[in-house]
């Protein structure tokens, strides 16, 4: 397969540190890599939607330069000029190891030992573990440190004031599967998906006395604590994702294998023993941290966690409690784009761009945690692949998600799937939901054979060559992937007007799925609003006119029947209370409001009669066969008017649609109108509306045509 | 926003202490106030002087609570005069977490720099307490004109620079665009080339010709434009022919209907040539735009169905308000050599035949523009060097 998810920029992780308070007071433990670099990640220099990466003309320092004339106390961080690759850790050659920058250890002038791990950048590991070890009031909170270029990042537990790691329960209650490790997740966060997939499966719970007779090491607290260093200005945004989706749940696991097995302590205490020994031996950090890592499960956890996550990969690791604890972490990434990065933006060549987002309910409102039952499964690996790392994992959604992998076709929607397979709609969208969270699949409207595609803006044309021969590979027969790419940009139309023949449709159909699957195409979809012509604006105002001439008529004649009435209430007013006599003279006031009034009656009688006469004036509304061409000459003041969102109308746009709805003569665009006026908003696409309505497609774009000339439509992804 | 600001002192005998603070009662307790601190102070003050391998560096703390982002410089100075022979102390200032800290940085900076340095010259911190000189001005009244300038005009001892990102590199075959009348703001003190470049951004010339047109080297226009760029006061567009396509972008929707006034501002912008139309038609000119239509059919095509649109809209500036705007967004044409693609794949160069001039052009990476901007030929004559390929090996890509 040409690419799974595109590599996003990384997510700036240098290191990862594991710090302990017990009764000797705050320890540090272990941290990975061995020797970390300071440097922030390298990222790609393309921006928006360009391929062509222009030789870098300004240098580092200048990049930073902003500030430098402020900046006095300037320094610069010891670089260690050979940093090990860490892709593979536990397997040093050993030729490289004597090689390594700090992996010895010295006597310093002064006759100090200098021992190689009780450095961490260029800070000593005894300065580290006390600013690390922050006070219970931080205890299950965020901390956020920063010690310039560097940022801590950790979710501080600390030992329960009884002294124990978790609340003492009744023996009788059963507790749930997964444990403190979700049950500490927070009610009030709102519940998304990711919270809703377990990240922590684990066996059935025994007996949970594995504390009893253990030395607990009166430790106190303990602290996994991420360290960041990532660009001025998105600091913010890679921290809170990295904390809410990495380091809090991480912190909630060693938790909870903490609380069940004194996990953190028993690790802790062998790693440092580890280290002591070594330092009286005055052994290579390579070597300890080989064997640390050999060893210890936990520092195995933080080697796997530092290298998924530093490269933005999902993170799986098991903490070897009695039941194993198993974890899977991720910085979650967007599987498409909505809308194009600007000029300005930083580009994600080879992303998706398509405005089809599957998490909207039936009503289009956005909402994450429901995906659309009209879209389908689109896989990003290879199926038997992806079967066989389900088949792996072995957790007790394996075999679901297996049935859903055999179900789900790109070419069907989630409900189809459902209905031919009789399943429940609701399960098969969790399943899936699921795939689609662990970045092993995509949510796309379904393909189809009369559907456009067209090259996506944002495809990463630098992977043409590697894709070509992925291309090749995968369709021996299919033209190759720029001569196909080139046809389906050139001139965009459905993909069964390009296809050979009918019997081609499948390949070419699994050609479009490879396509999407690496963000080379997109569906080029319809939009559409409601657009109203002169023609039915005037009969509409004309029906409106005349409706108001007839109620003034009425309200004319009843208004001369009631002057009298209008009078009583006039006396129900404060002034009663007075009790002024109705038979005693008119006061000049009253004399003059009389008059007054009389004038106003007349003046409206006068308006009634003047706009009755206009109105007789008016030509009467002709129903035209295309009220688009209507060039009458009672329609030329009027303005076309387009409806921006069917689903809020005002009063006026409600009787154009409905002026409109009668002039649809073949029954089925008639039964249809009302129901389809919805869609055109704009941000429904018309592609959509046949599942919408459970309609058949051809049938559907009947209809749609018959309401071409009043809509105005838009082609786009 | 600066919530708070103070000034802390690491004392032998009594630990972290807050000398100073502005508002009154924010950090530490002050008799007389009762308003509620923004944090517990003990908590941080290990933060706040921390030990001294953390000292002289930039640190920042979140509090709990994650309110509170205290940006502080502590400093150590040794000397023997001091007791236990250092002296600590920290200018910190306190913002909301979700305030962006940067343009605060150099402030914190500075503020530890220049106290550093007066207590060096005369222990300006450390003999606050004895001196009695009057022509001193107090610490505390100090930080709280520092505060209370940065939060009304933004400096101080320094102006609080808002911090860009660093703009996007300029390429030769963009088009700038100003935002701003720069005749007006321009004096005798500015650069000569920045002059020089200034004068020649009409929105029409590209960067290539704008370096030809104004006498100065590719490189110092592209930089004189960047710096523009940092500053916002252009914005760069890709060159406006006639042969271009362009194509709508799902925000096309926020124009059809009518967004802060899109379509009149878009009318003043275009019906220069003539008497103005509704606004409907502007939204069927944006939305009859496709992937496979140039400039030229699309013209044709409302032509053909009795619209001049020559006659009313002025073209170029209709694009253009398209594109800045986000409504569109330029196809492009990228030349493919199978041949070429192949030869990046084994990594062994060829030679394909008739390749000489364009053949590094032809990875799928490289768009017609830059071709041009480059090597200066035209749309014609890039397909006549392009024809010269191997029959079928080059594909034409538009996207």
Known sequence: MASTVPPLCCSGLVAIALIIRSRDGPRFVFHYPARPSAKPSEEERLYGTELDEEPVNYTEDELDSDDSDLEDGGYSLPRHSKIEKEDKPARHSHVKESELEGDDHYDKANGEHFVPWEHLFEFETTDLESILTPSRAYHKKKFELSLDPLVFVTYPIHIREDGLWKKRKPKKVKRSKAGEVEAGAGSAEPKSIEEEMKDVTLGEKPGNTSEDGDDLGGMTMFNAVFILNVRKGETKERIKDIYEHVIKKFN????????????????????????????????????????????????????????????????????????????????????????????????????????????????????????????????????????????????????????????????????????????????????????????????????????????????????????????????????????????????????????????????????????????????????????????????????????????????????????????????????????????????????????????????????????????????????????????????????????????????????????????????????????????????????????????????????????NEHLMVCKHW | MIQGIFFARFLPQQGTKVVHQSPPGCIAPEPGVDKPRFFDFETMAEYIIPRQGFCNRFVTICDPEDKHRILGYPVCIKDEKYERNEFMFNFCIVIGVDVDMTPYEAVVRRLASTFTEMEIQNQFLSQEDLSTSKDRRSIAALIEIIKEDLNNYNECMIPLFPIHRHPPPVKSWHVPISKMKFTEIMDDTWDLTMKKVIAQIDGIKDVRRIAHDADVALDLTKIALQHLLYYDSILMLDLFLFGNIYAPAPEINDFIIDKDGMQDECSNYVYINGPRLPNLYLCRLFTSLCTSRTVKEWLKMHLDQGFPVLNYVDVRRFIQFGVIKGLLYRIHKYPVSSQYLASLVTGQSVKIEGGDLLQNYTGGCHCFDQITAEKNIGDAKIMDQLRRFPKGDVEIIYR
Request: proline fraction near 7%.
């Open chain 1, 252 to 707: 909630k696991a060693l938790k909870h294998a903490q609380a069940s097995a004194n996990y953190v302590w028993k690790e802790s205490e062998m790693i440092i023993s580890m280290k002591e020994k070594a330092k009286e031996e005055r052994r290579p950090m390579s070597w300890l941290w080989n064997e640390i890592e050999i060893k210890s499960t936990l520092a195995a956890a933080i080697r796997d966690v530092y290298l998924a996550i530093s490269k933005n990969q999902i993170a799986t690791v098991r903490f070897a409690i009695n039941p194993p604890l198993d974890l899977s972490l991720q910085i979650p990434v967007p599987n498409f784009l909505m809308s194009l990065p600007s000029s300005t933006e930083k580009a994600m060549p080879g992303l998706l761009v398509t405005t089809a987002n599957p998490l909207v309910d039936e009503e289009g409102t956005e909402d994450p945690t429901h995906l659309n039952k009209h879209f389908a499964l689109l896989l990003l690996d290879d199926e038997t692949k992806i079967v066989a790392e389900i088949q792996a994992d072995d957790t007790e959604l394996s075999d679901p998600l297996i049935e859903c992998i055999r179900l789900c076709k790109p070419t069907l929607s989630f409900l189809q799937v459902a209905q031919t397979n009789s399943i429940d709609i609701n399960s098969l969208l969790i399943l899936a939901q699921h795939l689609i969270y662990w970045r092993r699949a995509i949510a796309i409207p379904p393909l189809h054979a009369r559907e456009t595609y067209v090259v996506s803006p944002n495809c990463d044309s630098r992977k043409l060559p590697v894709g070509s021969v992925a291309w090749k590979k995968a369709f021996p027969l299919a033209p190759p992937l720029p001569g196909f790419l080139a046809t389906l940009s050139a001139a965009p139309r459905p993909l069964k007007n390009i296809a050979p023949s009918k019997d081609h449709r499948t390949t070419w159909l699994d050609m479009i799925a490879w396509l999407i699957r690496g963000g080379w195409v997109t569906q080029l979809r319809t939009f559409g609003w409601i657009l109203v012509w002169p023609e039915i604006i005037y009969e509409v105002e004309y029906q409106l006119k005349s409706e108001a001439i007839e109620r003034s008529k009425k309200g004319a004649k009843s208004q001369s029947g009631s002057s009298e009435s209008q009078e009583s209430t006039d006396e129900s007013s404060p002034e009663k209370h007075g009790s002024i006599d109705p038979s005693a003279p008119l006061t000049t006031e009253q004399v003059a409001e009389n008059a007054r009034l009389e004038r106003l009656a007349d003046k409206l009688a006068k308006e009634a009669a003047e706009a009755a006469a206009d109105f007789a004036k008016m030509p009467n509304p002709v129903a035209t066969e295309h009220p688009s061409i209507n060039n009458a000459e009672h329609l030329d003041h009027i303005a076309p008017y387009i409806i921006k969102d069917p689903h809020k109308v005002s009063h006026e746009e409600s009787l154009y649609i409905a002026a409109l709805g009668k002039r649809f003569t073949e029954p089925k665009s008639k039964e249809c109108w009302t129901k389809f006026t919805k869609y055109f908003n704009g941000c429904e696409a018309f592609e959509m509306i046949a599942l919408q309505e459970n309609r058949k497609r051809k049938e559907t774009w009947g209809i749609l045509l018959s309401y």
